[in-house]
């Protein structure tokens, strides 16, 4: 790290996922007329960035992340005109505003692939991925798709265009074509509208599935087949298109041609499926300017055997292992960011914490405190800070994810039982992290005055803001003395870390070092009571710096979901 280490490092990120955030209009979907009148929330919580999801023009077939205009908002979110006043509040806060940037794919709406379709003779023909039929198959025929791969979101990866005779590729919906960035015309129409963005003033892009938009393609065009996945007539892909062969070549460009002259102000963090903790320095050391952070899958992959919809119990040495190698390798070059929730993830209190009445509060206010003391930069995903659980869906009629909704789709094609593809849904689905954030206890818990989009969570009646703003035991104030303690406490934004007892099922603790100044965190991931005294005698005499639990109890003793950040005594 340098002598003077970049903002980001004591900085917090909130993610706003707009759809869900706040209805201004009461047509029952958030807008930016919302989050405008939300904008003091963000403020109190202390957050530095909000990171917005995608507000652009779009058919919505991926609750935006299928943007059919690059350069314009979604009448559906509000105008232009909203997103300047959004920026100007938010600086006028202090807090800066970061795009979510969808550039893998396109709508199929998107001029661009309307004309890329329109005729095998098309200046952008090659602007998307158009393949003949798999040689001695017919069009539409099954097994016709130029390779077997499967998409994120069920099915093949290709679409037959009939009256072209070609396929498209689409790792996403089939409504999400991908770009083709092979052409250099696609890269420079990206940046120039990128550095659009930057000149309206917004400080930095949350790049979607960015180690995607390399393909491994050979010279002659063909892409591979990928082995087959068990039990679906597809293979996978993953080894054709994450972390490309040309992938950092086209970040480094991209950084040339948009950030060049302005990094130091600015967030770059790129979503990275499948990324390695090698891969991740490369894409985040300094010296190769290609972003400041990566978002990594590993610990939201240990909860499951072959894919999302197989869950099992995580292990807690699995977790730590996993934590504890990114800590490591990224430490001497590159940064870390840090996460439980987003809108593509189960609700942690659910998922890694207990969200049964007894325990919600104290796993949620642990899970934070062992968040937000790793070195890297936390990200709070909306409703995360209040503690927000898995909804309780009845039927598949509740789920509203073009994701879900293809699982069960294909799963009960395939034979699966109904009602197990729906538990697995209940604990998976990305729905769970998209109903309403719960601002108070009225009806539709002060999101909307119409009829919510999917609906509210039933438990907002006692878990909501309102409620927990003015009480100083919530998992709102101990967010805010979280973030408070990244800002001030040099040793939590850039100290050293060393993961103890990794070994153990329930316990997780680490400490923290940095000129001399030292943390040391004890988490108790459970609700057994662990003494410890022999297991770990410097946190039993040292200072305690910040709990979360109200009152402070036998230091000598660890309580059910108890964190304690102490200052070792010499
Ligand atoms: C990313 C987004 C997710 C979206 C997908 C396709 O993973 O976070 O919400 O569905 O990319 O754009």
Redesign the pocket.
Known sequence: MPADPPWWTRAVVYQVYPRSFQDSDGDGIGDLGGILQRADHLADLGVDVVWL?PIYPSPQA??G??ISDYTDVDPLFGSLAQLDELITALHARGLKLVM?L?V??TSDRHPWFEESRASRASPKRDWYWWRPPREGRAAGQPGAEPTNWHS??SGPTWELDEARGEYYLH???RE?PDLNWENPEVRHAVYAMMRGWLDRGVDGFRM??INMISKDVAPDGSLRDGPPLPGLPYGDGTGSFLCGPRIHEFLQEMHREVFAGHPEQLLLVG?M?GVTVEQARLFTDPARAEVDMVFQFEHVGLDFDESKWRPRPLRMRDLKASFGRWQAGLADVGWNSLYWD???QPRAVSRFGDDSPRYRRDSATCLATLLHLHRGTPYVYQGEEIGMANAPFDSIDDFRD??SLNHFAQAVAHGEDPEAVLAALRRMS?DNARTPVQWDGSPSAGFTTGTPWIPVNPDATEWNAAAQRADPASVFAHHKRLITLRHTDPVVALGDFTMLLPEHDELYAFTRRLDGAALLVVCNLGASTHPLGELLPEAVAAELVLGNLTDDGDPAVLRPWEARVLRPVD
């Open positions: 999801s991926d609750n992340y299928d979510d969808v893998n794919h994120y979101f790792l996403f919906a999400q979607d599935v979503e499926p987003n809108h593509d073009v994701e990305r």
